[in-house]
């Protein structure tokens, strides 16, 4: 039986994996190998998380985490290399663009081992990124590439792919799949709403995790401020990164809205079927917003889903107070009709089938 190794670490790359893990399971034509790098240590990543989300135990566990880049990076190859040369898979597998991802992806090329990338041709143009520098990098060594979108393919297209010894795939976004799939079941887990006292379509969602607004204290306050001004005409559930957290421990500065302990996808899932809009600097929540039709503010200067702002579902406002609240009054006025299929249907599934041709 052909064998394929997907390589995963974070909470997120898990949500996604889950995608294609169950239709393999389903078809039994291919035995599944799971690396998890414990690159994101995370007390959600449990068997509970994986016995909820019916997500398969990782096979392989290296818990590598809370190091720097270039010491994570290097001790996950060495980790995935061995894992390899055990396994002999026929491809491996790599989704999003973590450290995980450039590790698995390096170990497999340097082995002769095929590599497809899942969440391909993605770009901020921000080489202060490390996401940036990963997927450039993962992108450049994979034979085969799962773009998202039409954008994502014209990237590889600009960056000379036509003319490497690649295969690039108009996939759709597996997110979607995801969403759809585990929305299902968010409500029979997850009491939240009704914990905080939320009322439908009365509160707005927040997050701020990316090193750029956290670690730059003039974007933090900017940020907090504007969510303190909203806070005043409706609630705003921020749940706190440690990251976050420390940092404004450290600033000083005092949040008037509702803080959570980050949550489980599940929670996060009903905070997005309920809100009213959603304000983010995190990639992910830009396009859980859109499949949940919320409108989204992002508090980044760039986006790698162009789409969403080029149909009015988002706004790009970077860390400017002003900005940001002028965004959240145009989106309480008007909401966007979300009449558009941006990400493709049934994603898992042609991810799959591709996968079954090649090897």
């Known amino acids: 039986m052909k064998k394929v190794v997907s390589v ?43 016995d909820e ?27 995935i290399e061995e894992i390899l ?9 790599v989704y999003g663009d973590t450290n995980s991802t450039l590790a698995g992806a390096l170990a497999a090329k340097k082995l002769g081992i095929r590599v497809a990338h899942v969440e391909a041709g993605l770009r901020s143009f921000n080489m202060g990124m490390p996401e940036e520098v990963n997927r450039i990098l993962t992108d450049r060594i994979s034979d085969f590439l799962f773009c998202p979108t039409p954008s994502a393919v014209a990237n590889l297209k600009t960056e000379g792919f036509d003319h490497f010894d690649a295969e690039v795939i108009l996939s759709g976004d597996i ?6 799939y585990y929305g299902r079941l968010s409500s029979e887990k997850s009491s939240l709403i ?46 706190m990164h440690p990251r976050t957290r420390a940092a404004i421990k450290k600033t000083g500065i005092n949040f008037a809205g509702l803080i959570t302990e980050p949550l489980g996808y599940f929670d ?22 859109y499949f949940n039709q919320k409108p989204c503010v992002i508090v980044r200067e760039e986006t790698e ?23 959240y009054r145009k989106f309480e006025e008007h909401k966007p009709v979300f009449d558009k299929d941006l990400y493709g249907k049934n994603i898992g599934e042609t991810i799959y089938q591709i996968i079954w041709r090649i090897i």
């Open 305 to 327: 889903w162009v789409e969403l702002v080029d149909h009015h579902y988002a706004v790009i406002t970077g860390a400017d107070s002003e900005r940001i609240k002028e965004a």
């Open 194 to 239: 009704h914990q905080l006292s939320l009322k439908d379509k009365n509160f707005v969602l927040a997050t701020v995790h990316r090193q750029e607004n956290t670690d730059d204290a003039g974007n933090l306050e900017s940020i907090i401020n504007s969510l303190n001004e909203i806070s005043k005409s409706t609630t705003v559930v921020l749940p």
């Open 53 to 79: 989300m019916k997500i398969p135990k990782p096979q392989y566990n290296l818990e590598i985490n809370n190091l720097g880049h270039g010491a994570m990076t290097g001790r996950m190859l060495e980790g």
């Open 8 to 50: 995963l670490g974070a909470r997120p790359q898990f949500i996604k994996g889950a995608v294609l893990s169950r239709i393999i399971r389903e078809r039994g034509e291919l035995k599944e190998v799971i690396i998890h790098t414990g690159q994101h240590f995370d007390k959600n990543m449990s068997a509970v998380f994986f």
């Open 268 to 289: 996060m899932l009903e905070l997005l079927k309920h809100c009213q809009m959603v304000i983010t600097d995190s990639g992910g929540l830009q396009k859980e917003a």
């Open 85 to 93: 040369l055990n396994e002999k898979p026929d491809l491996v597998v």
């Open 175 to 180: 997110m979607k799949d995801s969403v759809e």
